[in-house]
């Protein structure tokens, strides 16, 4: 008898563990993310090495901050420009076969950035051009990525879906920089950027490889044009959702481009090189990969708003301690909060926006989510490459963690006024997700 209350007890005292692992992978249950997830892990080591490699290249090339920014505004501006009709493609057109384009698309692209460096023809104009390019493709590919986790998951994985598909970016973050930094150094960009080419072929496998169901879709009698005006009037009109995008739209603007002058950091302030940056990049990337998995383990969207303001105004304050570091080893470390709490900021707002929102404005609602998180990034980009090289890198770094802060406390006092319709929202949500399974189980069982 005393045997078996021991036994119980011993798995009283196990099985917190193991349920909080099983709810942390949750979505890795589901079939079609499994290879979703494996698939994309490998693409994005490439992307990130090609990130680094780009950044390093760019500033090899010119030595020029303002064209740093330069680079970065053009592979961003697509976002702002083409989102609202990449929102409506989303919800109109079958969303893993939009993927699986822009994937195609970012292979050859990445394929030609390689030729031309390797072949040692490449010049800045045709990394900008290339670069925007690359923007037009990511201007499709975010809200149709973005829309299609539902369907790989359902509503009710949905949340740890963002949270593992955000993990897998950062740990890929850990590791691309990591090799791009002794890639560059030892045999150059151009391999980083045909690595980058390779990689693309794994996550198209995977996308091939799943079986979707089919999705319905309502009669469309409206314009286009009337279509992409609905999902901006549905933005415009939820405060709570409004008001996440307004301070994602801020942060982009002026705390995100910390970034872009990262090669600025290594070579000047740090007095390093292309494996400094990698370091560098690796840190923010470790940091955002703790946040990513502290959102899988939690078990709901309760505290996701107070969430936001506190990690946005943590945000701020670390770039302004890494702002006024001088070693590589303090930088690196003050890194590590950085990319854990705008993780935390990110993850939080893509949750619950997602959880908010109905299916059939799912595509142009996040398209207008990569707008504000994207689509001002170009902007910062530029401004910050332009403030860089009058004022410095660090002061102008410093300055944009300041406006995050001041836009964290302009979002927690307006919290109170904004809970109420959020919760009837997710309600709604959760309504439709429910009814949506009962009108599929009629279908399989008749």
Not at 21 to 50: A, E, P
Not at 262 to 272: I, Q, R
Request: net charge positive; proline share 4%; hydrophobic share 55%.
């Amino acid at each position: 008898m005393a045997g078996a209350d021991t036994s119980r007890s011993a798995a009283a005292i196990r099985l917190p563990i193991r349920t909080r692992f099983h709810d942390t992978i949750r979505s890795l249950k589901h079939r079609n993310f499994q290879l979703f997830f494996s698939g994309q892990l490998i693409s994005l080591v490439g992307t990130w090495m090609d990130t680094v490699a780009e950044a390093w290249l760019v500033y090899r090339l010119t030595g020029s901050s303002l064209l740093l920014g330069a680079v970065s505004f053009a592979g961003q501006i697509p976002v702002l420009l083409m989102s609202p009709l990449a929102g409506l493609v989303a919800d109109r057109f079958n969303r893993r076969k939009i993927v699986i384009a822009t994937q195609v698309t970012s292979m050859i692209l990445a394929g030609i950035l390689s030729a031309l460096t390797l072949s040692k023809r490449v010049t800045v104009n045709e990394v900008i051009m290339l670069a925007a390019l690359m923007g037009v493709v990511n201007a499709f590919d975010i809200p149709a990525r973005q829309s299609f986790l539902v369907e790989m998951v359902g509503r009710e994985d949905l949340m740890n879906a963002i949270a593992l598909n955000s993990s897998m970016f950062n740990g890929a973050r850990i590791i691309g920089p990591s090799i791009a930094g002794v890639l560059v150094a030892s045999v150059g960009e151009g391999w980083c950027f045909f690595a980058n080419s390779v990689s693309y072929i794994a996550v198209i496998a995977g996308l091939l490889l799943m079986k979707i169901p089919p999705r319905a879709r309502p009669a469309e009698a409206a314009s286009p044009f009337e279509h992409i005006a609905e999902g901006f009037r549905f933005v415009r009109k939820t405060a709570p959702i409004r008001a996440m995008l307004l301070l994602i739209g801020l942060v982009s603007l002026v705390a995100m481009p910390y970034a872009v002058l990262m090669p600025v950091f290594a070579a000047k302030v740090l007095h390093g090189n292309a494996r400094t940056l990698g370091i560098l990049m690796t840190a923010a990337g470790l940091g955002a990969l703790m946040g990513a998995l502290m959102l899988a383990a939690r078990r709901g969207v309760r505290g996701l708003g107070k969430l936001v303001a506190i990690a946005c105004a943590a945000f701020g304050v670390a770039l302004i301690l890494f702002s006024l570091s001088h070693s590589w080893v303090l930088s690196s470390v003050l890194l590590i909060p950085v990319g854990f709490s705008v993780m935390t900021q990110m993850g939080s707002t893509n949750t619950l926006i997602q959880s908010m929102v109905p299916d059939r404005l799912r595509g142009r609602t996040m398209a207008v989510y990569s707008m504000m998180f994207m689509g001002m990034a170009p902007f910062g980009a530029l401004l910050s490459g332009a403030l860089a090289d009058h004022i410095g890198a660090p002061r102008t770094v410093a300055l944009g963690g300041l406006l995050a802060i001041l836009g964290a406390l302009a979002f927690w006092r307006y919290l109170p006024k904004i809970r109420v319709e959020a919760n009837q929202l997710l309600d709604a949500a959760a309504i439709e997700a429910s009814e949506r399974v009962e009108e599929l189980a009629a279908r399989v069982i008749p």
